[in-house]
């Protein structure tokens, strides 16, 4: 007998009732993917407004042009901020909410 018994020995019949199983099982939502997917749009969510922060209180653009000069950043244009913040700096205010 082979590595694997009965693997070569599936009929069409058997393949399509597997097939179907298959996708009865991925089409239904469980529980437990609700939750799964919770998790995921709050890590998501996350991610972009770690990154939308980022693009406010760091990042600078460069004036147009050759001369290379950067920009005042978002928040500094705006008056929220003082000063161009460091990636340690905006993580730390992150954590401390």
Known sequence: MGKWPGV???NPSQAQSSEKRDTRLTTTAEPADAVLLQSVEETVGGVFAMFA???????QTRKPGN????RPTAAMMAGIAGHVWSFDELFAAVLEG
């Open 8 to 10: 070569c020995s599936l």
């Open 53 to 59: 922060a980022y693009y406010i209180y760091v990042w």
């Open 67 to 70: 001369s290379g000069c950067k």
